[in-house]
C-alpha cells in the first residue's frame, strides 16, 4: 500500500527556514515523479514545486522560485523541500503527492500533510 | 498562467439529485483536465484524469467531459458521502494550476 508521511512542519518567523520531508513507501519512489502542493487555511489548492525522475528535471511555482529548493534521495525514498526567506503568505498545509505516471501530472496519491506556520 | 474558473461556488442538492460542476480555462487545456475531492480534514482525492478517465477505485456515477476551456464534472445520483469540495486542475502547461473549488452540499 502506498504511503506518503510528511514531517518537519512547524511555527517559524518571517524570513526563517525550514525542511519538509516526505518518507515514501509501498511503491518504487524512483519510478515517479514528485510534487509539493500547498493549502492556505481554508483556501484552495496551490502547486509549489515538481521533480521529475532522476532529480533533473524540476520546476517551481513563481510564488516560490528563488527561495524553495526540492530534492529527492531516492536510496531513502524521501522527498524534500528546503523553504527559504519564508513569508506569512507561504502559511499552509504542504502535501507531498505524487504523478499518476511519469507523463501525466494528476496527484494519484497524497500524504496527510505537515502544517507550516509563518509568524512573528 | 493557465487560470482555471470553477461554478458554482456552492451546489446544495438533495440525495439522489444529479450535481453539475464546471470549470472554465482561460487558455485551452486539450484534454488535460484533471477532478479531486477534498472531505474536511482530509488530503484531496484523484477522481478523473484528462476528461474522462476515473481513477482506481472511482465510483461510476462520477463522470467528466469537455475539451478545450470547458470541463464539467457530473455527479449522477448523489450520495450523502459526496459532500466535499471539487477542485479542477490543468497539466497541460507550467505552472500547472488548480480552480478554486466549488462546494457541494448534501
Known amino acids: 500500500e502506498v504511503h506518503l508521511v510528511e514531517s518537519g512542519g512547524g511555527l517559524v518567523k518571517p524570513g526563517g527556514s525550514l525542511r519538509l520531508s516526505c518518507a515514501a513507501s509501498g511503491f518504487i519512489f524512483s519510478d515517479y515523479n514528485m510534487i509539493w502542493v500547498r493549502q492556505a487555511p481554508g483556501k484552495g489548492l496551490e502547486w509549489v514545486s515538481f521533480i521529475g525522475v532522476g532529480g533533473t528535471f524540476i520546476k517551481y511555482a513563481d510564488s516560490v522560485r528563488g527561495r524553495f529548493i526540492i530534492s529527492r534521495d531516492d536510496a531513502k525514498n524521501s522527498l524534500y523541500l528546503e523553504m527559504n526567506s519564508v513569508r506569512a503568505e507561504d502559511t499552509g498545509l504542504y502535501y507531498c503527492?505524487?504523478?499518476?505516471?511519469?507523463?501525466?501530472?494528476?496527484?494519484?496519491?497524497w500524504g496527510q500533510g505537515t502544517l507550516v506556520t509563518v509568524s512573528s | 498562467e493557465n487560470v482555471l474558473t470553477q461554478s458554482p461556488a456552492t451546489l446544495s442538492l438533495s440525495p439522489g439529485e444529479r450535481a453539475t460542476l464546471s470549470c472554465r480555462a482561460s487558455?485551452?487545456?486539450?484534454?488535460?483536465l484533471v477532478w479531486y475531492q477534498q472531505k474536511p480534514g482530509q488530503a484531496p482525492r484523484l477522481l478523473i484524469y484528462?476528461?474522462?478517465n476515473r481513477a482506481t477505485g472511482i465510483p461510476a456515477r462520477f463522470s467528466g467531459g469537455g475539451s478545450g476551456t470547458d470541463f464539467t464534472l457530473t455527479i449522477s445520483s448523489l450520495e450523502p458521502e459526496d459532500s466535499a469540495v471539487y477542485f479542477c486542475q490543468q497539466r497541460v502547461s507550467w505552472p500547472l494550476t488548480f480552480g478554486g473549488g466549488t462546494r457541494v452540499e448534501i
Open positions: 503527492t505524487r504523478d499518476l505516471t511519469v507523463v501525466i501530472r494528476a496527484f494519484d496519491y
Open positions: 484528462d476528461v474522462s
Open positions: 487558455q485551452s487545456v486539450s484534454t488535460y
